[in-house]
């Protein structure tokens, strides 16, 4: 698990390695994550927008952003914990996401950026 604090919001990264499926003509693995995100701080915030960067091992590198996550935009007081999961294809068996999350302080409306830390996707039994 990886972990990052910024700005009293803690994100903290599970991954796991789903197999694989073969579609449009080329075979893809599949990698799952659950992001918790805690805020640890004294302010109420609400995620606006994700921005990822997927990279694998072929040197490919994928650009995804949009609106909250998994088709929400939490509100998250002081204390409260937010848990998702997702997941990506990855032609390769090992690659990298790294991004941020897009916040707003519902307070003052002032926007900041949290970042979500790099956290390693790989199939484990080429680990062995």
């Not at 040197?59 to 997702?86: A, F, H, M, W």
């Amino acid at each position: 698990m990886v972990q990052q604090i910024t700005k009293g919001i803690k994100i903290s990264v599970k991954t796991k390695y789903n197999g694989s499926s073969y579609r449009n003509n080329k075979n893809y693995h599949i990698f799952v994550y659950v992001i918790t995100i805690e805020n640890t701080s004294t302010k109420t915030v609400k995620l606006t927008d994700r921005y990822w960067n997927i990279f694998d091992s072929l040197n490919r590198s994928e650009i995804v952003s949009g609106e909250g996550v998994v088709g929400q935009t939490p509100v998250l007081k002081p204390q409260d914990v937010y848990t998702y999961s997702s997941g990506c294809f990855l032609e390769s068996n090992m690659g990298a996401m790294k991004g941020f999350y897009t916040m707003i302080d519902i307070e003052n409306f002032t926007q900041f950026k949290v970042i979500i830390p790099t956290f390693q996707l790989s199939n484990q039994t080429i680990l062995n």
